[in-house]
Antibody, heavy 119, light 108 residues
């Protein structure tokens, strides 16, 4: 069965960086895009960006460009998101999600990783 | 950027009743709309994609309709496990693939 398993919670200071992982199993990793979505406490969902695990092509949300990098490791079927220059408003649960082949929905999601930014 | 607006923000419904949730796009998105359900402490779950296609394993009481700018998610007879927050998301124009702000379905 398809599974996306994310790394554990992180606590970071303002200005630091964080890297969250998402290990995929149960399907051919390079055949489906991965997006990252975050959710601040008590708030809605915010799309952060997308990566094609086969080509490495990426698209990022405009408000995060310059601070975010998405990568994949095909040898371990793992996707990563790195966010730099962390601010308090980056405190959120970060989800990875698999994109349906025709780019019309996210059909499987990771369990979420809480990133807390606090001095 | 396409703005997705959901209404109402909160919907109070009794178990067994019908729930109708609305999602409006700031410009036409064809049928490129998905609906998700999210319960506290959980990841979102895909319910509907392509505006009206139920995802695998989703009960038939969930149905989606609409195209262009106006979309509806209907839950025909609310069960206890359906009380949650529901989000719509457009996939017509990116980046970004924008979400609505969510509708909370609560017990009346």
């Amino acid at each position: 069965q398809v599974q996306l398993v994310q790394s554990g919670a992180e606590v970071k200071k303002p200005g630091a960086s964080v890297k969250v992982s998402c290990e995929a199993s149960g399907y051919t990793f390079t055949s489906y895009g991965i997006s990252w979505v975050r959710q601040a406490p008590g708030q809605g969902l915010e799309w952060m960006g997308w990566i094609n695990p086969y080509t490495g092509n990426t698209e990022y949300a405009e408000n995060l460009r310059g601070r975010v990098t998405m990568t994949t490791d095909r040898s371990t079927s793992t996707a990563y998101v790195e966010l730099r220059s962390l601010r308090s408003d980056d405190t959120a649960v970060y989800f990875c999600a698999r994109l349906i082949g025709d780019y019309t929905a996210f059909d499987y999601w990771g369990q979420g990783t809480l990133v807390t930014v606090s001095s | 950027e396409i703005v997705m607006t959901q209404s109402p923000a909160t919907l109070s419904v009794s178990p067994g009743e019908r729930a109708t949730l609305s999602c409006r796009a700031s410009q036409s998105i064809g049928s490129n709309l998905a609906w998700y359900q999210q319960k506290p402490g959980q990841a979102p779950r895909l319910l509907i994609y392509g505006a009206s296609t139920r995802a695998t394993g989703v009960p038939a009481r969930f149905s989606g309709s609409g195209s262009g700018t106006d979309f509806i998610l209907t839950i025909s007879s609310l069960q206890s496990e359906d009380f949650a927050v529901y989000y719509c998301q457009q996939f017509n124009v990116w980046p970004p693939w924008t979400f609505g702000q969510g509708t909370k379905v609560e017990i009346k």
